[in-house]
């Protein structure tokens, strides 16, 4: 098998409502345990990439391929893209009234592995992973987002990939609306998910702050649909410095 866990090719996608093409013809290749970042200007359709990978069906795929570990998963519903091993995680996080926090990572799990999970065995890792992130234990049993702060919501994205240990995560604006601190605790935990689970990341953001503490294997600058520069991580730097407008000209 290819070292390459996630290799796109021409990928092109449209907005299903309206048919407007969001993505002209996408080429990523991503190796296992390396750490991307997509960055671009607003309406780039830097979300719209991580969302289309993840089968949403906002979107239609209407060329191209989306290989994940060999195979070809273009056109698969959300949940088998998931048991395959990739994960998303929000920008904005919507409130689900009706089932905790604890109870909704348990059941993802468990559909995940196909598996029971013993509940002490959870709970103590669940308890754990709530530690690293500074969360307080209390919201395991609140409505899943219901009344969360945003920095609480974002902490809560980042709960259920520690928890779910994906082999591929995708990171959307996962810094938006955060004050330092809470990038820093966020931060923490992306690192966690590097230690112990040692998976593939793609990390979509406009700003910087949240990769300061991480290694990363790649720059990717995604203007109009299409990725128009490949840099190491020098290019973060260089984003901060000049903007985007050499990228957009």
Same mark, same amino acid.
């Given at each position: 098998?290819?070292?390459?866990?996630?290799?796109?090719?021409?990928?092109?996608?449209?907005?299903?409502?309206?048919?407007?093409?969001?993505?002209?013809?996408?080429?990523?290749?991503?190796?296992? /345990?390396?750490?991307?970042?997509?960055?671009?200007?607003? /309406?780039? /359709?830097?979300?719209?990439?991580?969302?289309?990978?993840?089968?949403?069906?906002?979107?239609?795929?209407?060329?191209?391929?989306?290989?994940?570990?060999?195979?070809?998963?273009?056109?698969?519903?959300?949940?088998?893209?998931?048991?395959?091993?990739?994960?998303?995680?929000?920008?904005?996080?919507?409130?689900?009234?009706?089932?905790?926090?604890?109870?909704?990572?348990?059941?993802?799990?468990?559909?995940?592995?196909?598996?029971?999970?013993?509940?002490?065995?959870?709970?103590?890792?669940?308890?754990?992973?709530?530690?690293?992130?500074?969360?307080?234990?209390?919201?395991?049993?609140?409505?899943?987002?219901?009344?969360?702060?945003?920095?609480?919501?974002?902490?809560?994205?980042?709960?259920?990939?520690?928890?779910?240990?994906?082999?591929?995560?995708?990171?959307?604006?996962?810094?938006?609306?955060?004050?330092?601190?809470?990038?820093?605790?966020?931060?923490?935990?992306?690192?966690?998910?590097?230690?112990?689970?040692?998976?593939?990341?793609?990390?979509?953001?406009?700003?910087?702050?949240?990769?300061?503490?991480?290694?990363?294997?790649?720059?990717?600058?995604?203007?109009?649909?299409?990725?128009?520069?490949?840099?190491?991580?020098?290019?973060?730097?260089?984003?901060?410095?000049?903007?985007?407008?050499?990228?957009?000209?």
């Amino acid at each position: 098998m290819s070292d390459k866990l996630l290799k796109v090719s021409g990928l092109r996608a449209v907005v299903e409502e309206d048919n407007k093409e969001i993505l002209k013809g996408i080429n990523l290749e991503i190796g296992k /345990g390396e750490t991307h970042v997509i960055m671009g200007p607003n /309406g780039a /359709g830097k979300s719209t990439l991580g969302s289309t990978l993840m089968g949403d069906p906002r979107y239609k795929i209407t060329g191209g391929e989306i290989l994940f570990k060999g195979e070809n998963i273009a056109g698969l519903s959300t949940d088998k893209i998931a048991k395959e091993g990739m994960f998303l995680s929000f920008q904005n996080p919507i409130e689900v009234p009706g089932i905790t926090l604890a109870n909704f990572i348990k059941t993802a799990v468990e559909n995940q592995t196909g598996k029971r999970i013993r509940f002490w065995d959870f709970k103590v890792e669940l308890e754990e992973k709530m530690k690293i992130l500074n969360m307080d234990p209390s919201y395991a049993d609140r409505d899943l987002n219901v009344g969360f702060s945003g920095g609480e919501k974002k902490k809560a994205e980042i709960l259920q990939l520690l928890m779910l240990k994906p082999e591929f995560a995708i990171l959307d604006e996962t810094d938006s609306g955060l004050d330092v601190d809470a990038v820093r605790t966020v931060s923490k935990g992306i690192q966690e998910y590097n230690k112990t689970v040692g998976g593939s990341l793609m990390i979509i953001t406009h700003s910087t702050r949240i990769l300061e503490e991480l290694e990363v294997d790649a720059t990717h600058i995604l203007v109009d649909g299409q990725i128009v520069a490949d840099g190491d991580a020098s290019y973060v730097d260089r984003i901060n410095e000049n903007g985007f407008e050499e990228f957009v000209k």
